[in-house]
T-cell receptor, first 116, second 109 residues
Framework: NAGVMQNPRHLVRRRGQEARLRCSPM?????VYWYRQLPEEGLKFMVY????????ESGMPKERFSAEFPKEGPSILRIQQVVRGDSAAYFC??????????????FGNGTRLTVT | KNEVEQSPQNLTAQEGEFITINCSYS?????LHWLQQHPGGGIVSLFM???GKKKHGRLIATINIQEKHSSLHITASHPRDSAVYIC???????????FGTGTRLQVFP
């Protein structure tokens, strides 16, 4: 049973380019969370999605960032016109249950985005 | 002040030592997680607890809801325990995880 799969592991983009980060949740999980970890800082919530629905995007910057979790395929976090401040590790987590306090989280290995 | 505070920020130990990492939080929570992050690696969930104590191998996690405090203990520490340990609480109000900044542990042989 494969865990949460994120790709790519490392992504280098020049300023102004687009970055696409993919997350395939664990089998049977329909809830996906994206978190960002800036250098020397703690993880911060970005967005919570279920299949075809954005449930909570209160942690997403208002501009340039978007996320989707289509019926088929992985969840995608998209960053348009990247800037140096977007350089960070982006982690995805999945869970089988919605919002339940006893629902464990399974994390992927993260995508390390470097903007040059 | 951060809603989740961890101490110490950095910790070094000799192999075999007993390790304690502390986490204090200021919000109402429905659960608390302890996570492990290896350098350049992913994040592994160690424990999720809402009361009492849990044990897994050489790791023990405790939580005191009244005092809003949790501890992670490692008995007979080993160099492979070297990692960043992160405390995260699930806010009862927002239902989101709030993370501490982590404790960097290095265990030397």
């Amino acid at each position: 049973n494969a865990g949460v799969m994120q790709n790519p592991r490392h992504l280098v983009r020049r300023r102004g380019q687009e970055a696409r980060l993919r997350c395939s949740p664990m089998k049977g999980h329909s809830h996906v969370y994206w978190y960002r970890q800036l250098p020397e800082e703690g993880l911060k919530f970005m967005v919570y999605l279920q299949k075809e629905n954005i449930i909570d995007e209160s942690g997403m910057p208002k501009e340039r960032f978007s996320a989707e979790f289509p019926k088929e395929g992985p969840s995608i976090l998209r960053i348009q016109q990247v800037v140096r401040g977007d350089s960070a590790a982006y982690f995805c987590a999945s869970s089988p249950l919605a919002g339940s306090y006893n629902s464990p989280l399974h994390f992927g290995n993260g995508t390390r985005l470097t903007v040059t | 002040k951060n809603e989740v505070e961890q101490s110490p920020q950095n910790l070094t130990a000799q192999e075999g030592e007993f390790i304690t990492i502390n986490c204090s939080y200021s919000v109402g929570i429905s659960a608390l997680h302890w996570l492990q992050q290896h350098p350049g690696g992913g994040i592994v969930s160690l424990f999720m607890l809402s009361s009492g104590k849990k044990k897994h191998g050489r790791l023990i996690a405790t939580i005191n809801i009244q005092e809003k405090h949790s501890s992670l203990h490692i008995t007979a520490s080993h160099p492979r325990d070297s990692a960043v340990y992160i405390c995260a609480v699930k806010s009862m109000r927002t239902d989101k995880l709030i993370f501490g900044t982590g404790t960097r542990l290095q265990v030397f042989p």
